[in-house]
């Protein structure tokens, strides 16, 4: 799940290959980390594999549409330290 709280982004990285046991997704743009975890750093990130938002699709990160309009503006806009809050 998703972690809830208060956090910063801590990184900015403007492509990642996000690879694991059941997905494997290169060139994933756009991403804001704001955990690091055990093995495995929770981000916000654009998503070009699904357009179901809103329901559990990932292993922990944010899912947002992988448009400019959504994600690419939000990274644009957001630096490190940036606060940001998850319910």
């Not at 059941?22 to 998503?47: R, V």
């Not at 947002?64 to 994600?71: A, D």
Request: charged share 25%; hydrophobic share 25%.
């Amino acid at each position: 799940p998703t972690p809830t709280g208060e956090f910063a982004v801590l990184k900015k990285r403007p492509t990642v290959w996000y690879k694991g046991i059941d997905y494997d997704y290169p060139n994933t743009k756009w991403n804001l980390m704001f955990k690091k975890g055990n093995g495995l750093n929770y981000y916000i990130h654009g998503a070009y594999w699904h357009n179901d938002f809103g329901r559990p699709k990932s292993h922990g990160c944010v899912n947002e549409p992988h448009k400019y309009e959504y994600m690419g503006r939000l990274y644009d806009w957001a630096s490190e330290g940036t606060q940001v809050t998850i319910e």
